[in-house]
């Protein structure tokens, strides 16, 4: 590959989850996942961008307002990791959170892993670190 045709993207900086009520989703995302509060600035016509994290991460989640013919919901595909898949499933299900029933367990080396969905009811997964 020659020296021009390298790229020179260094990381994944966030990813967006577009929701119905930015304060809401804030709330959720600090409150029942302990995430912090990256930024909450205003950008275009009366709007804001909002970026979560867990606390340490380098990626952060951006929480735009839902765009016009846009609905909520839905397979976000996002992973988060885990220390203890156990402890925080039950932990958010002690807050209330929208989880699965079980950490799933696959074996063959898949790590336990289970899936949430925040209040617009984008689906997220937490797996547990191998």
Request: net charge negative; glycine share 10%.
């Amino acid at each position: 590959m020659s020296e021009s045709s390298r790229s020179r993207i260094t990381e994944l900086s966030n990813v967006a989850i577009a929701v119905t009520d930015q304060d809401k989703a804030v709330a959720f995302y600090v409150d029942h996942l302990g995430f912090e509060l990256r930024l909450d600035a205003p950008f275009g016509d009366g709007m804001r961008w909002i970026e979560v994290a867990p606390p340490g991460a380098r990626t952060t989640i951006a929480l735009p307002p839902l765009g016009p013919g846009s609905s909520p919901g839905g397979d976000t595909g996002i992973r988060l990791t885990t220390e203890d898949a156990d402890a925080d499933h039950a932990r958010m299900l002690a807050a209330g959170v929208d989880v699965d029933p079980e950490v799933m367990r696959w074996g063959g080396g898949v790590p336990p892993m289970f899936s949430f969905r925040d209040p617009d009811g984008n689906t997220l997964y937490l797996v547990e670190e191998s």
